[in-house]
């Protein structure tokens, strides 16, 4: 009699099949074996019956409850019932792999402790096995049959608290992290023990790297798949790491801890600001929190206020536009406005600006909120509306301190403009920035605002639109023979388009691209422009009076370094969204899984296999080659061999594994080698699964559906 027949003749079965609880008898019963061992009389079985059914008990645990047999005795009798196994969870130890296969929400949801697993089967333990639907979840997840035994109730309770500790992934994933962790300090650590102290460590390392890569923000953003870590990085968001559910809210608490924010309020925005050390140097990071449906949102942006202060001739504009913004800028008054979106460099032109003003002889005062970077000889008001030093307040008094020239962060509303278009009116030097497409719809903005357009027109001094383009990584960019780069420029109306980016290396991370360049309009406003202004006249014909006076544009500029090889069309279309839509290729919304050996016949038997279930493959024939795949297209799987030439499959793990963006990546081990060793080594190294070769198709399968299963039940 299988364990799964003599279930159907079991006593006591709890199925809540809408609220009712039915009940099951038969001669092979697990309270007939309690009588029958004399642990019971007919009599304390009734009694359990009845204590079960009002307290929605099974009969194996009511009866330990009422004290009349031990539990140890009770599951004894309930295994023999059943034809089962029966296992002392204090002494049968779980194996890595077979923790890996199930996924935490998955086994306290069905009451089970995954034991031993093989190439084929997994052994499990459980308190519950009348429940068949554990049995199908559990070969779902691991991609192989199943075996049941049964071991108590307490037992099972406290081998799944060892086998899954609070926030177990985490401290997984800091531990791969840890080898390439930078050094942060923060000010506080608020709490003690292992589990914060993994907290504090994830939370530091992903600062730290942040600045080490060069990031402006970091973004954790919830969704479906986790909570979603990513970098801007050259402007362009980059997905760094997924973290799992289960441990995405810890992470964030400690981020709105070191904010000064409410952990406890989730339902409304909150700012805050920190101040951490990384690698010794002090880096201000702004918090903001926002509500979603998916839940809370952090938005962290990184200021590194002590790097070197860049001067206007270093910041890349071409030889006129630095000519005549140092011409503007040499004037005694006047409306000097950078414009442009967030992090197209407008601030860090504001203080190049700054520091080619100060001579010593002026009364430089800023106003800023918050202030990002201190300027020797400049007298620096940050704005704190809490304590009512709002810009308003601020400009007003600061009119009575006798500047000469004034630098304002940015105009956000109409009381400020009004402050800022009376300053440059009456004799003052004034810098500022908003938040406009280009150099003509600044104008009619701050006629929006409320400035007279008379005003503007005759206070104007300039107005710097810019954008920040990548540019080509000069080590692995791809360079044109002549011909085709004639073609190209024929598509674009260039004479010649030499170079366009490269595949990626180590020296860009892989991106093609290293470093950012400027691309700047520069409004100086001839007599025709300030005649037009004055008259009020729209962005359009601004703009139609801009090209008039030969001010090229900023599409204008991107084309002449596109026509230098400096970036690209693609770059130049990216920030631009102009000439149609650049996007690549790639194929959306399948599965891509990365399969690595070093025979071609493997490689083509897998592919051949994985694309017939609408999976994208990409391929490797060695370590190496997998190492820089992996790091550039961010696979969703990699399936690797061991034994390869130029680097085998155990370094490459290792490496993928100290890679922060792929440390949650699942890895499958495709190998001819087995053993104990083999497995242990594998997995020390970072390895979710492996299958032996030569391989069953349906077990490849099997495992590749289960790996992607797993990730979907971890991040439920």
């Known amino acids: 009699m299988t364990w799964f027949s003599a279930l159907k003749e079991y006593v006591l079965v709890k199925e809540v099949t809408h609220?009712?609880?039915?009940?099951?008898?038969?001669?092979?019963?697990?309270?007939?074996?309690?009588?029958?061992?004399?642990?019971?009389?007919?009599?304390?079985?009734?009694?359990?019956?009845?204590?079960?059914?009002?307290?929605?008990?099974?009969?194996?645990?009511?009866?330990?409850?009422?004290?009349?047999?031990?539990?140890?005795?009770?599951?004894?009798a309930l295994s023999?019932?059943?034809?089962?196994?029966?296992?002392?969870l204090a002494e049968a130890a779980s194996s890595e792999l077979a923790?890996?296969?199930?996924?935490?929400?998955?086994?306290?949801?069905?009451?089970?402790?995954?034991?031993?697993?093989?190439?084929?089967?997994?052994?499990?333990?459980?308190?519950?096995?009348?429940?068949?639907e554990a049995e199908r979840d559990l070969a779902f997840a691991s991609g192989r049959r199943t075996k049941m035994v049964v071991a108590t109730r307490s037992a099972v309770l406290d081998a799944l608290d060892r086998c899954y500790p609070k926030l177990r992934q985490l401290d997984v994933l800091a531990e791969r992290l840890r080898s390439e962790r930078p050094d942060v300090e923060s000010s506080d650590t608020n709490g003690t023990g292992d589990t914060?102290?993994?907290?504090?460590?994830?939370?530091?390392?992903?600062?730290?790297?942040?600045?080490?890569?060069?990031?402006?923000?970091v973004h954790v953003e919830c969704g479906n798949g986790g909570t979603l870590v990513r970098y801007r990085i050259c402007g362009v968001l980059e997905p760094v790491l997924t973290l799992p559910a289960s441990v995405s809210q810890p992470v964030r608490n400690r981020f709105k801890i070191m904010a000064r924010a409410d952990i406890a309020v989730r339902n409304k925005p909150q700012d805050g600001a920190f101040r951490v050390k990384v690698n010794g140097r002090p880096i201000d990071v702004r918090l903001s929190s926002l509500p979603t449906v998916d839940g809370e949102k952090l938005v962290m942006r990184v200021i590194d206020s002590h790097s070197p202060l860049q001067t206007l001739d270093r910041l890349g504009y071409d030889d006129e536009t630095l000519t005549r913004l140092q011409r503007a800028l040499s004037r005694p008054d006047g409306l000097v406005l950078v414009t442009g979106p967030t992090g197209s460099g407008k601030t860090t032109a504001l203080y190049a600006a700054l520091a080619h003003l100060r001579t010593g002889a002026t009364n430089i005062v800023s106003v800023e909120d918050p202030v990002e970077r201190t300027v020797a000889g400049v007298t620096q008001i940050p704005v704190?509306?809490?304590?009512?030093?709002?810009?308003?307040?601020?400009?007003?008094?600061?009119?009575?301190?006798?500047?000469?020239?004034?630098?304002?962060?940015?105009?956000?509303?109409?009381?400020?403009?009004?402050?800022?278009?009376?300053?440059?009116?009456?004799?003052?030097?004034?810098?500022?920035?908003?938040?406009?497409?280009?150099?003509?719809?600044?104008?009619?903005?701050?006629?929006?605002?409320?400035?007279?357009?008379?005003?503007?027109?005759?206070?104007?001094?300039?107005?710097?639109?810019?954008?920040?383009?990548?540019?080509?990584?000069?080590?692995?960019?791809?360079?044109?023979?002549?011909?085709?780069?004639?073609?190209?420029?024929?598509?674009?109306?260039?004479?010649?388009?030499?170079a366009s980016a490269g595949p990626g290396c180590e020296h860009c991370k892989n991106t093609g691209f290293a470093g950012r360049v400027p691309i700047a309009e520069l409004l100086t406003p001839t007599a025709e422009?300030?005649?037009?202004?004055?008259?009020?006249?729209?962005?359009?014909?601004?703009?139609?009076?801009?090209?008039?006076?030969?001010i090229p544009t900023m599409r204008e500029q991107a084309m002449r370094l596109v026509a230098l090889g400096v970036t690209s069309i693609d770059e130049v279309n990216r920030v631009l969204a102009e000439d149609g839509d650049a996007a690549s290729q790639k194929s959306q919304g399948r599965p891509r899984v990365l399969v690595t050996d070093d025979e071609p016949i493997t490689r083509m038997l897998v592919k051949l296999l994985l694309e017939k279930q609408q999976f994208e493959v990409l391929e490797a024939a060695n370590g190496r080659d997998a190492v820089e795949i992996a790091i550039r297209e961010r696979p969703d799987l990699l399936m690797i061999d061991l034994n390869m030439p130029e680097m085998d499959g155990y370094e490459a793990i290792t490496r993928v594994r100290r890679e922060m963006s792929l440390a949650m990546m699942?890895?499958?081990?495709?190998t001819s080698e087995e053993g104990p060793g083999v497995e242990r080594r594998v997995l020390e190294l970072g390895a979710d699964d492996y299958i032996i070769k030569p391989f069953d198709p349906e077990v490849l399968l099997s495992r590749v559906n289960a790996v992607f299963r797993r990730l979907k039940v971890m991040a439920a």
């Open 666 to 670: 699942p890895v499958l081990v495709l």
């Open 19 to 76: 609220g009712t609880v039915l009940v099951r008898s038969g001669s092979h019963s697990f309270s007939t074996k309690l009588v029958e061992s004399g642990l019971i009389s007919r009599h304390d079985v009734a009694i359990a019956e009845q204590h079960a059914l009002r307290e929605q008990l099974h009969l194996v645990d009511a009866v330990v409850a009422l004290g009349f047999v031990r539990e140890s005795d009770s599951y004894v």
């Open 384 to 498: 704190n509306a809490r304590a009512g030093n709002t810009y308003q307040a601020t400009l007003r008094s600061l009119l009575r301190q006798d500047p000469n020239i004034i630098m304002v962060g940015e105009i956000r509303d109409a009381e400020v403009a009004q402050i800022v278009g009376m300053a440059a009116y009456t004799g003052h030097l004034v810098l500022t920035s908003m938040h406009t497409v280009d150099a003509a719809t600044a104008i009619t903005r701050l006629t929006n605002l409320g400035l007279e357009a008379f005003k503007v027109a005759e206070s104007l001094s300039a107005i710097l639109a810019q954008r920040l383009l990548r540019a080509l990584c000069p080590h692995c960019k791809r360079t044109h023979n002549d011909l085709e780069a004639r073609r190209l420029g024929m598509e674009h109306h260039l004479t010649s388009i030499p």
């Open 196 to 217: 914060v102290s993994t907290v504090i460590e994830l939370c530091n390392h992903l600062i730290g790297r942040a600045v080490e890569v060069g990031a402006s923000d």
């Open 99 to 132: 923790i890996r296969l199930v996924p935490e929400r998955l086994a306290r949801r069905h009451f089970v402790v995954p034991l031993t697993v093989d190439n084929r089967l997994l052994t499990y333990a459980t308190s519950c096995p009348f429940n068949p």
């Open 80 to 88: 023999a019932s059943l034809g089962a196994e029966t296992v002392s």
């Open 529 to 550: 422009l300030r005649d037009a202004v004055g008259r009020g006249a729209t962005a359009l014909e601004i703009r139609a009076a801009m090209r008039a006076s030969g």
